[in-house]
């Protein structure tokens, strides 16, 4: 018998346009060499432009998912995204916590690209104090950082240093800030961890609204931990293989570009150029 790929689980809700969510998760996972389980969390009504409805899978099928699944095969790290309702967030707390040593990475989805939310108050309070104290590596853009560490709401807006350093104070172990929502000319992702800036990596803005990005680095992040990188190695070879995902991503409906997960396996014209596109600051 070969050897077993590592194995990944994730916690998520379903896209049935395959651009984010479970879908985009199990493409990534499975692109980068992983076996990819999963736990449906939520179920949605949403097409290239954006979400219309949510429907939240009852917390008690999520939990018998999850532990089905952990009895059964070794699972080498753990990724969530939108996980639907404030019980799901309790009964998977509860279960990552019986497996402190497998990494969570959590990609805290709030709203969809076209703004639609995906979590509201009391989501953002249960994830704040259930999940993010377990978490190995929180991945919000910059809009997610600042509504997460948001301790006032008449408060002036942080810094990104001063949110990643609330998110740290809540017991996560490292937080990857990245840059695609501020007015940049470069997209400049920043990870942090409990001494201040890890290592800051510059990538080409590319043209274009894409749906699916931050679930396929988050999944990206989880793959390269499970395959044994540690984290700040783990964090730059993700963001490679999402900035050539996005690069070589195609625009299938009306509305948003899809990332295309096996961008490797496909023979296509200005592959040379498109390996140009990102450069590391520091």
């Known amino acids: 018998m070969p050897s077993l790929p590592p194995i990944v689980l994730t916690f998520a809700g379903s896209d049935p346009t395959g651009g984010a969510g479970l879908q985009a998760d199990l493409l990534t996972l499975a692109s980068m060499g992983c076996h990819p389980l999963s736990v449906v969390t939520a179920l949605t009504v949403q097409d290239t432009r954006g979400v219309d409805e949510v429907l939240a899978i009852d917390s008690d099928w999520v939990a018998d998912q999850a532990r089905k699944l952990l009895e059964d095969m070794p699972v080498s790290a753990f990724k969530l995204g939108v996980l639907g309702s404030v019980e799901n967030i309790a009964v998977i707390a509860e279960i990552i916590s019986d497996y402190p040593e497998i990494p969570v990475i959590l990609d805290p989805v709030l709203a969809s690209g076209r703004g639609d939310p995906l979590a509201g108050e009391e989501m953002i309070s249960a994830l704040r104090e259930l999940i993010v104290p377990q978490t190995t590596v929180l991945t919000p853009n910059s809009m997610e950082a600042r509504r997460l560490a ?46 201040g800036v890890i290592r800051s990596d510059r990538w080409k803005r590319l043209t274009g609204s894409f749906h699916g990005s931050g679930c396929t680095l988050a999944s990206a992040i989880a793959a390269t931990l499970a395959n044994g990188l540690d984290v700040p190695e783990a964090v730059r070879e993700a963001q490679e293989y999402t900035w050539q995902a996005l690069a070589h991503g195609f625009r299938p409906g009306m509305g948003q570009h899809l990332p295309d997960r096996f961008f490797w396996a496909r023979d296509m014209d200005g592959e040379s150029e498109a390996r140009e596109g990102g450069r590391e600051d520091s």
């Open 150 to 195: 948001e301790e006032d709401e008449d408060e002036d807006e942080p810094d990104l240093e001063e949110c990643a350093t609330r998110l740290i104070s809540l017991g996560c172990e490292f937080v990857l800030i990245t840059g695609t929502h501020e007015n940049t000319p470069e997209v400049i992702n920043t990870l942090y961890g409990e001494e």
